[in-house]
């Protein structure tokens, strides 16, 4: 982007146009709930709430709900200034906040207190508000939401008849509101978010959850840790996003959201001459080297957890007594202490006099790192107490997992930038190498971020794509980081912070990716990259014993297992350059095996083989255009990178990013096959025995034309 003029851009954002750049005059819209009163009756009820005490219409879960039922008053024509900021929280997703300031122009007292029937003698904090802003379009106003939220206290000017308030989200609450201690076991990211939200009374209309990547073993929270402390955490290890929206919705969205629709379908055009100014983005930090720790913890075999002597603890004939257990790790079962073995009582001290134990009633409530013991003497006589003991399975570190990237040319360029991320819940060795090349790749080049102004469009939301041309349509593509809006004057602008996508970040190329991550066994997976359907036949399933990145891959037997995708134009390659490519592991090389074919009939079809001794590219359409042949020898027991690839009329094989042979040039139309994408088979038989893992198909670009280094983390969704 050095060297660039402003009047050479052209930029486009990925999101759905409310209408075109042409004619438009600005429009706002501001409402603001003064009295707090809902418009159907059996929607709220004012009394004490979750968020923030008597002066808060609640919702009948206990918390504000459904924002759109207040009974609001139009203040757009008092709107002197309004600005506000979104941001996403870096270097790893987590959970992001909006605020808002708003000024109003108050020369008829409208806003001050005892002055106003509306008003009355107070504007109490926590107003409902909403702004949107949008155009006149065809006589029409037509705007969206772009904030939603509370007000905070009132400032008022009297002097110069202006009162202005600060607006927060939901966010902010969360970030807050302290909670108990809580244990979650194999959960995913998801689940553990749902709970949160519905133990501070959000109900299920009021927040969208994406199926979390990411299952627990065990997620411990101490107590008085905030919510938004523990989604922020539970995010940055999914490498996911919580927010809530620009309609009032409470949001989390996996690492893949992006991969699907709406995200990757029509463009935004920008004008040129709708960008104000162009600028670097010096804020941003850089990280050249960069290290993520994690500590999980594993559930151990049945112990001691807790043994105390309190013989001096003299409880009398038929009372009750507590006693706290503080354990040194989280615990996630614990049993009841058996008589004798686990606890003993006498009727006189050191254990001395009569054994009582028998008469002893003791229960326990496990609160993770923490045990109430509650014990009942149920015999007539004063019971000492001379040992008591817990047994549990703790829940012990048994190890730290820990990778570190380094980007050399940017320490020798910018001297060494350290950054260390520590997340325990994060499971796997291979997913913390993951993230620490993530935030290398991100952050080591200052030159990859830029801030753009811009004359305002609501629409544009946080991580939108914007793609920058220069005069020869050569362009990047960045994603919206953060975006600063400000009204005022009757000019709305907006000062939007990018970030240059990564080589293994999602582009329009991809026209399929399997990660083909879950949990072992399962049979299904998702398209990352476009969402489509993915048929698992015979006994494919997802294997968890062997994977090259996440946590596990896809296993076919040999004999009967395939993973079908319906047809699609984006596997008619036509003339364009396009790469086949995926990770495979072989547990048989006895005979030959398929990654893929498209069958229509004996005379038309296409695959890519392997027939014991060469790997085969085939294609056929009444006549043979291309039988592409190169020798390979794989072995058992060893992941390979296979890619297929075609630039212009040179077609190619690599192995581990080396190619196989020479070019194999042909000038060839390639078939649009009216049949099911096969992964794992040809029509013949030919089935894959073993793992496959990271398929990518890529549509219009010829990844690899000379020797390369393979992946060496998976392709970001």
């Known amino acids: 982007m050095q060297g660039k003029t402003q009047s050479s851009l052209a930029i486009w954002t990925a999101f759905n146009s409310m209408t075109t750049a042409v004619s438009r005059l600005l429009r706002h819209v501001l409402n603001i709930s003064w009295k707090r009163v809902e418009n159907a009756s059996s929607f709220a009820v004012v009394g004490t709430s979750v968020v923030a005490g008597v002066q808060i219409v609640k919702g009948l879960g206990g918390s504000i709900t ?13 709107l002197i200034e309004m600005s506000y900021d979104r941001i996403l929280q870096e270097p790893l997703g987590g959970i992001s906040s909006a605020i808002m300031d708003i000024s109003l122009e108050n020369s008829d007292d409208r806003f001050t207190p005892d002055h106003n029937q509306t008003i009355g003698t107070a504007i109490l904090p926590k107003r409902p508000i909403n702004m949107n802003m949008g155009f006149l379009v065809n006589s029409q106003t037509k705007t969206v939401p772009i904030f939603k939220g509370l007000t905070k206290q009132p400032r008022n000017d009297y002097g110069g008849k202006i009162t202005s308030f600060n607006c927060v989200d939901f966010i902010d609450h969360l970030n807050n509101y302290p909670m108990d201690g809580k244990l979650y076991t194999a959960q995913r990211s998801d689940q553990i978010i749902e709970d949160i939200l519905n133990e501070l009374g959000f109900g299920t209309s009021e927040y969208v959850l994406d199926t979390g990547l990411n299952t627990i073993g065990y997620a411990w929270f101490a107590k008085g840790s905030t919510a938004g402390a523990r989604i922020k955490e539970i995010c940055e290890a999914e490498e996911g996003y919580f927010y809530q929206d620009e309609d009032g919705v409470l949001r989390f969205e996996n690492r893949n959201h992006f991969g699907v629709a ?3 379908a029509s463009v935004w055009n920008i004008q040129t001459g709708d960008i104000i100014k162009w600028e670097d983005d010096e804020s941003t930090p850089i990280y050249n080297k960069v290290t993520v720790k994690a500590t999980p913890r594993t559930a151990q075999a049945l112990q001691n957890i807790w043994i105390d002597s309190i013989e001096e603890v003299v409880l009398g004939g038929g009372k009750s007594i507590e006693v706290w257990a503080n354990l040194s790790d989280p615990a996630s079962s614990v049993t009841s202490p058996a008589a004798t073995t686990d606890f003993t009582a006498f009727t006189g001290t050191g254990g001395t006099g009569s054994n009582i134990t028998a008469d002893q009633v003791i229960s326990i409530d496990n609160f993770n790192t923490a045990v109430k013991i509650t014990i009942t003497n149920n015999n007539a006589s004063t019971a000492y107490y001379n040992l008591l003991k817990l047994r549990g399975t703790p829940l012990i570190v048994t190890g730290e997992l820990i990778a570190t990237a380094t980007d050399d040319v940017s320490v020798n360029n910018y001297g060494e930038r350290a950054l260390t991320l520590t997340n325990n819940f994060i499971q796997s060795e291979s997913y913390v190498f993951y993230l620490a090349t993530i935030i290398k790749d991100r952050y080591a080049d200052p030159t990859k971020r830029l801030i753009l102004t811009i004359q305002g469009i609501p629409q544009l939301q946080l991580r939108d794509r914007i793609q920058i ?61 476009t969402n489509k359907a993915v048929t698992f036949v015979g006994t494919a399933q997802l294997d968890t014993a062997q994977k090259k990145f996440g946590n596990s891959s896809l296993l076919l037997d040999g004999n009967s297992d395939i993973v079908s995708l319906a047809d699609s134009d984006d596997w008619n390659f036509g003339r364009e350059d396009f790469t086949f490519e995926c990770q495979a592991r072989l547990n048989s090389v006895g005979a030959g095996f398929a990654f893929f074919e498209q069958y229509v009939s004996a005379t038309v079809r296409g695959y890519f083989y392997w027939n014991t001794t060469n790997l085969s590219f085939y294609v056929k359409n009444t006549d043979v255009l291309i039988n592409m042949l190169r020798a390979w020898t794989p072995v058992v027991n060893t992941t390979y990178h296979v890619a297929l690839v075609r630039s212009g009329n040179n077609f190619k094989i690599f192995i581990d990013g080396v190619q196989l042979g020479a070019d194999e040039v042909a000038d060839i139309t390639m078939p649009d096959f009216s049949s099911a994408f096969w992964i794992g088979r040809t029509n013949g038989g030919n089935y894959f025995n073993g793992w496959i893992d990271e398929v990518r198909i890529s549509k219009g670009i010829a990844r690899w034309t000379t020797d390369f280094t393979p992946p060496t983390i998976p392709y970001r969704s």
């Open 469 to 529: 041309y220069d005069l020869d349509k050569n362009f990047k593509t960045y994603f919206v980081m953060r975006i600063q809006g400000n009204y005022t004057g009757g000019l709305f602008t907006q000062k939007v912070y990018l970030r240059e996508t990564s080589d293994y970040e999602l582009d329009s190329y991809t026209k399929l990716l399997l990660h083909f991550d879950g949990e072992d066994g399962d049979t299904k997976t998702v398209d990352s990259a």
């Open 262 to 264: 709406p995200h990757t």
């Open 66 to 78: 459904n924002l759109d039922n207040f009974m609001y008053y139009d203040e757009s024509e008092k």
